[in-house]
Each structure stands twice: as structure tokens, then as C-alpha cells.
């Protein structure tokens, strides 16, 4: 087994379901299958195992049924169930029964079920900490205070408006940084627009971590495809036999959060009875747990964010007006990866320099023409698709340095078109047929080049030249190879 990939292991007696996963997640994960709740529990007892993916309905014992067992008998593994019904009922009473960490729907969709598995597994890792902190602590418990601050200390640092959001000097992200400076000690909602991955959650902590509440705790809800009974129970807590499967009591995220803030990330994605009821909420200050006639006061400080545009949905009539003014007293706009461009360098040092803490694996550099390639990628996925093509790429490295061609194709294709608009050649919807051809030879040679390291030889082979006619293409376009290293002490602000 590989040392520096995370173990999960998928349950489904479908072998196609489980090629899929395994095809999916062994760039990420050490890939472990089993097709019954046996033979599952027989490579529990032998391997370790950090996240089960499990689909529920299994012959003999139900993904349910086998979860419930793995939680007495390995409780620390992160259980995560695969279904495609979506009964609120059953899900809870399968939350309730079996410990479950995340339910996903059936059709899955790649990026999210690598992005909950990621989740899945830093969760573990941190309820092992936990553990390991709470024996310490019960050793020492004179230093309790001196721990708990210093650790306060730490994530005030981590998430500073000024040092802890990574940019560089000249970045458009300084005015955000300001906005986030000016608005944090006021305790009003906030609301964080912006595409996917360009950091709202990080954003929100920044919010949080500078503010008066920052003793306080921070939770965080995803609602986005959640259904309304599940989500209020998620935040607002249930009693127990308020509907099918609510066997105990159970305390919602804005009880956990009294004092403190919470996060409701996809906020644009709640249904409209479900707006009604969280409106009720941030008017009257109030929750009402689902199967309780009884309200409480909490105080919170709600942070929403999403990368739909809300006020376009008010005008036709999807998400409420009222709710709308309530959770956007302040607006803050995140911009996308791609006007960042001044940025790229400085956060890919600072994003392999966590990889590397996680991974367990060192590299000197990346080198200048890596920069180049990543700064002039589009980047759809923002600093997620760049943080996942990092680590990609230092899992691949062999060398001490993170070479052009460990880049996905999509990304030295993505590259080559961007540079070759910069080259000014005529982009291939104007100019003539010879124009537009020259175009597009310029972005295969370009691409050939940077995948055989700019081995002329080796590249000309592959593109049926010779050598003397390859480099008259070079001196044709202008395609120079940028030589050199960037240092990981390469910083911003």
C-alpha cells in the first residue's frame, strides 16, 4: 500500500459501482474494495482503514446495517453511505443508527464525492488528535488554558484579514481584505458571493476569527441539495420521535454556535418554505427544535454565501426579498482565480507547502515555466482546481522540483491556447484558413514541447519533424521555454 495516501474502502455488491469509485479516487486514496459486509469486515481486521464508502442496498445486511457494526467495533473510521432514496426519515434514522459522517445521492458527482472523502478523512485525522489531546489533558489539566488559547492563537493567525488570506502585493483581493477588516468587528450578516472554490468559507472565518465572537465557536452547514426536514433538523436540532427514525434528541448547529457564528454555505439553494422558516429565525432571534413546542433564544452571527446570483433570483421571485435584506447588511464579492492572476505564484507556494506538511513529502521548487503554465490557465475550479492539481503533481514528482510535465493535460492545453492569444496570433474564429491554422500549430507545438521537457528531438519525432524545420516553428511563434526555479520561500503578503 502506498504510505502517503489515505486508506478508503468502498462496500457494493455491484462490481461496475465499484470499478467506478475505485477509477475515481486512486490519484487521491489507497483504494480497498469489497463486495459483501464480510468481506468488508475481514480487510477491516487486517488493514487500516480511515473512510468506508458503502452503498445501502446490499444483499443480506444493508449498508445501514453493516455501518451500525462498523461503529461498535472500529467507531473510529468515517462511515459515509451511498443511496439513491431520499426519504428525510430514513436519512436521519441512518445518521442516527449507524454514526453517518455524509449521505450522497445517487447519480454522485465526481468533484463532490472527492471533496466529501477529502473532508472524511481530515475529520479523522482530527477526532484521533482529539483523542490523543483529551489523555493529555487529562495528565495536565493544569495547562488547559494555556493550551486552549494558544490554539486560538494559532487559528486568529491562520485566518488574520491581513496575513492569513495569501495574495500578492498588488492583488485585487486587497480590497476584500479590507472590507473583511472593516466589517468583522460589527455584529451584522454578511453575505459572500462568488464562484465555487474561490475561498467563501475561508473568507467567512476571516470574518469570524476577527471578530468579537472569535472565542466563540465557528460551525459550518452546506444546504445546498439537502432536504428541508434534514436541514432544520441540522440546524435547528429535533426531538426525539418528532418523525421516522428520531430515536434521541438532537442539538442543531445554532445551538452548538450560541455565541459564536454560523456558516450556511449554497444559501441560494434552500426552498422557498424552507426561506420562511430561516427568516422566522433571524428576525425573532429564536429556534424552535422540529417536534418542540418550546423556543429559545440563541445568539449567532450568520455568514452566508453563494455562487448563484441572489439578487437576480429576488427579481424572479426564487429566493425571498425580506430574507435577502436580512442576510446581506454587508455584501462581499469574491473574484475568480482567473482575474488573480498577479496571485497564482504566490498561492501554489503556499498551497504545497501545506501539501507537503499533509503528504509527508518535500520538493525544492516549482519551476518558472510550472508558473507560467498555472498563471495562464484559466482555472474553472479556482484555488480548489489549483490546490487538487498541486497535490497531483506532488504525488507524481519524482524529482525535486515540480516539472511542466506533471501538469494535467487540460491545464498545458488550457496554457497553450491562453499564450498563444498573447503571441498575438489571430484567434481561429477571424483572419483566413491559413491563420487559424497557424494558431492551432502554435499551441501543439507549444504543448508537445513542455510534456518531453523541451526535448526538440523527442518532439519533433512525435510531430513528424525534423529538428531544423521544429526550431523554424519556435523562431516562427516565439515559443521559448522559461528556465529556472521558483523557490517555495517565494511569498506575498
Not at 384 to 403: F, G, H, I, S
Request: hydrophobic share 40%; aromatic share 6%; with cysteine.
Amino acid at each position: 500500500m502506498t504510505a502517503n495516501l489515505p486508506t478508503v474502502l468502498a462496500v457494493d455488491d455491484e462490481p461496475r459501482s465499484l470499478e467506478t469509485l475505485r477509477r475515481t479516487l486512486e490519484e487521491e486514496f489507497e483504494v480497498l474494495t469489497a463486495q459483501s459486509a464480510e468481506e468488508a469486515e475481514e480487510i477491516l481486521e487486517k488493514e487500516w482503514v480511515q473512510a468506508i464508502l458503502c452503498d445501502q442496498r446490499m444483499p443480506g445486511r444493508t449498508g445501514v446495517e453493516f455501518l451500525s457494526d462498523v461503529r461498535d467495533r472500529w467507531p473510529e473510521v468515517v462511515r459515509i453511505i451511498i443511496s439513491g432514496f431520499t426519504d428525510a426519515g430514513d436519512l436521519v434514522d441512518a445518521i442516527n443508527r449507524a454514526g453517518i459522517y455524509q449521505y450522497i445521492s445517487k447519480p454522485w458527482h465526481p468533484d463532490k464525492l472527492l471533496l466529501k472523502l477529502r473532508n472524511a478523512i481530515e475529520l479523522f485525522h482530527l477526532q484521533r488528535q482529539n483523542t490523543v489531546l483529551a489523555n493529555e489533558l487529562k495528565l495536565r489539566p493544569e495547562t488547559l488554558s494555556q493550551d486552549v488559547e494558544a490554539k486560538r492563537q494559532v487559528l486568529r493567525e491562520r485566518f488574520d484579514w491581513d496575513q492569513g488570506i495569501v495574495r500578492g502585493p498588488d492583488s485585487c483581493m486587497n480590497g476584500v481584505c479590507d472590507l473583511v477588516r472593516r466589517v468583522a468587528p460589527y455584529d451584522v450578516s454578511v453575505l459572500i458571493s462568488g464562484e465555487s472554490g474561490t475561498g467563501k468559507e475561508l473568507c467567512a472565518r476571516a470574518l469570524h476569527y476577527n471578530s468579537l465572537r472569535q472565542d466563540g465557536p465557528f460551525v459550518a452547514e452546506n444546504c445546498g441539495a439537502m432536504p428541508d426536514e434534514l436541514l432544520e433538523s441540522e440546524l435547528f436540532g429535533h426531538k426525539r420521535g418528532a418523525f421516522t427514525g428520531a430515536s434521541e434528541d438532537r442539538v442543531g448547529l445554532f445551538d452548538l454556535a450560541d455565541g459564536g457564528t454560523v456558516f450556511l454555505d449554497e444559501i441560494g439553494e434552500i426552498s422557498p418554505a424552507f426561506q420562511v422558516k430561516l427568516l422566522r429565525v433571524l428576525q425573532e432571534g429564536e429556534i424552535r427544535p422540529l417536534g418542540s413546542n418550546q423556543r429559545r433564544k440563541v445568539d449567532v452571527r450568520v455568514v452566508a454565501a453563494t455562487n448563484r446570483d441572489l439578487e437576480a433570483d429576488v427579481r424572479a421571485g426564487r429566493f425571498r426579498e425580506d430574507l435577502y435584506y436580512r442576510l446581506a447588511t454587508f455584501t462581499i464579492e469574491l473574484p475568480p482565480l482567473r482575474e488573480r492572476r498577479d496571485d497564482i505564484a504566490v498561492l501554489a507556494h503556499a498551497l504545497l507547502d501545506d501539501l507537503q506538511r499533509q503528504l509527508g513529502k518535500s520538493v525544492k521548487g516549482i519551476s518558472r515555466e510550472t508558473l507560467a503554465c498555472l498563471e495562464a490557465y484559466h482555472w474553472p475550479g479556482n484555488v480548489r482546481e489549483l490546490q487538487n492539481e498541486l497535490k497531483r503533481m506532488l504525488v507524481l514528482a519524482e524529482d525535486d522540483t515540480l516539472a511542466a510535465d506533471l501538469l494535467s493535460p487540460r491545464i498545458l492545453q488550457g496554457a497553450a491556447e491562453e499564450e498563444t492569444e498573447d503571441l498575438g496570433i489571430i484567434r481561429q474564429t477571424e483572419g483566413s484558413l491559413k491563420e487559424r491554422m497557424e494558431n492551432l500549430e502554435a499551441r501543439i507545438v507549444k504543448e508537445t514541447l513542455i510534456r518531453h521537457r523541451w526535448n526538440k528531438t523527442r518532439a519533433a519525432e512525435e510531430l513528424g519533424l525534423s529538428r531544423v524545420g521544429l526550431r523554424s516553428k519556435l523562431e516562427r511563434y516565439g515559443l521559448e521555454k522559461v528556465d529556472g526555479m521558483e523557490p517555495l520561500s517565494a511569498k506575498g503578503r
